[in-house]
């Protein structure tokens, strides 16, 4: 039997709307977020050492964390900031 | 006549009759406004579930600073302390009358939290009072949607219905922001707004804070020979201070003799712009209601002193959670334009006052 190009091209639109909504519900699946993580930054206040840890309750800038062990001046909480760690990337804590 | 003719007939003829019924009857309004609704049920389903969630995370908290009876606390607080606008239409004195209103009401919350929490650090009494805030936003937000829905819904207003669909995802990003920001408030973690008092701090070393405005501290240093007075809002508890009640204050005492006024804060930045990029303009860096803006734009007008702004740019959700490492770089960026302003623009020997404006949480 030979088909009505009317219905051949009904017949179309049919698939590529289909096709469409198929697509559109596949790719708008989100990836998970990674939570990121948040990272205390200390530093000496004769600038000569700097360290990056996790942050701690109770870290705060400006908050006196001890003693710098290259030159035994005070070490203060310089900042505070939230970072996303990839697995296998970066570090989460460094030393300069 | 083949079967395919026949077919192809009655799908014309139904094409036509389904044109006509979509383009002289009101049922395809009426479908979209059923599809909007359900899109918008879905939504609103979700901002209630964020309400609930950040209701029981602030009354865990209240719990465990030892307030007895939380929900109560929480829900007194919630739809109370409304601020009533002053009359626009005589306009003389109305910065006079908000500030008036905005001090009444901030001691009011703080007579009303001090009350239940008794004698507690000032840090977790601002960070209660913060905490409750964002509660109380995220409930007028959910308040706000429900009642533009319900209205469309009864009047079958199907462009109220279709617009507030359209803006459901931007409201529903900017909730989720909020809650999110609780989990900023309760660690007591630096926020992208405290980029101003951040800088601040890069210049403040190891000078003592004096009280200048309530919980405004004044920090007198000395920079490359020129005397700096910095002003910051008291931390590291979640507050802002009062910066232009302090300016006024600090500019007043020195007689005017202030070579320039340089003002840190964070601005939302454009969707084509990054965040942490950092600017730097003329004028007042503040984004309050007016009051403390156009105090500082006053005393500076009143001694023709120089307003310097600096800001860095970030989205609003951003501004409310912990400070990224982008926002902190941007942070580093404004401190180096700070001291290039002083450097260029202000003499050896000369007085330049810089504000830190926002929130100081995790900020001391």
Same mark, same amino acid.
């Given at each position: 039997m030979q088909l009505d190009p009317l219905i051949l091209g009904l017949l179309a639109v049919f698939v590529v709307l289909m096709i469409y909504t198929l697509l559109s519900f596949f790719t708008t699946r989100k990836q998970p977020a990674i939570p990121p993580k948040i990272l205390t930054k200390i530093a000496c206040i004769s600038g000569n050492y700097s360290e990056v840890r996790e942050f701690r309750e109770g870290?705060?800038?400006? !908050?006196e964390v001890g003693k710098c062990p290259k030159c035994g001046a005070p070490l203060l909480i310089v900042a505070v900031y939230s970072e996303i760690v990839r697995q296998g990337g970066k570090e989460a804590s460094a030393r300069s | 006549m083949d079967g395919s003719s026949d077919w192809a007939s009655t799908l014309l003829v139904l094409l036509i009759l389904t044109s006509l019924f979509l383009n002289f009857t009101d049922i395809p309004q009426k479908m979209q406004l059923w599809r909007w609704a359900s899109f918008i049920r879905k939504r609103l389903y979700q901002l209630s579930e964020i309400e609930n969630e950040s209701r029981r995370r602030a009354i865990a908290y209240l719990s465990k600073l030892g307030v007895s009876n939380p929900r109560e606390f929480m829900e007194n607080f919630l739809d109370n302390f409304f601020v009533i606008e002053p009359v626009? !239409?005589?306009?003389?004195d109305i910065i006079r009358r908000l500030k008036h209103l905005l001090r009444v009401r901030n001691a009011a919350v703080k007579a009303y939290v001090s009350e239940r929490l008794g004698n507690i650090e000032l840090w977790k009494r601002n960070n209660t009072e913060v905490l409750l805030e964002i509660v109380s936003v995220i409930r007028l937000i959910n308040k706000i949607v429900r009642h533009y829905f319900q209205l469309g819904l009864k009047y079958s207003n199907w462009v109220l219905v279709m617009q507030l669909a359209l803006e459901m995802p931007q409201i529903l990003r900017l909730v989720r922001s909020y809650n999110d920001a609780i989990d900023a408030f309760l660690k007591g973690t630096p926020v992208g707004d405290g980029v101003g008092p951040l800088v601040a701090r890069h210049f403040i070393g190891n000078a003592k804070p004096e009280e200048v405005a309530e919980e405004t501290d004044l920090y007198i240093t000395e920079f490359e020979g020129r005397k700096l007075y910095v002003i910051k809002a008291r931390g590291p508890g979640a507050t802002v201070g009062w910066p232009g009640e302090a300016v006024e204050k600090v500019v007043e005492r020195l007689g005017g003799k202030v070579a320039r006024i340089i003002t840190v804060d964070a601005a939302l930045r454009l969707e084509s712009e990054e965040t942490g990029e950092v600017a730097y303009g003329v004028g007042a860096a503040i984004g309050d209601p007016g009051p403390e803006k156009i105090a500082i734009e006053r005393t500076a007008t009143k001694y023709s002193i120089p307003l310097e702004a600096v800001v860095v740019k970030m989205s609003d959700a951003e501004a409310l959670n912990t400070m990224t490492k982008k926002i902190y770089e941007g942070v580093q960026r404004a401190v180096e334009i700070v001291k290039k302003i002083i450097r260029e623009k202000v003499r050896e020997g000369e007085s330049v006052i810089l504000v830190g404006i926002g929130n100081t949480v995790g900020i001391l």
């Open positions: 870290d705060y800038v400006g !908050k | 626009s !239409k005589e306009p003389t």
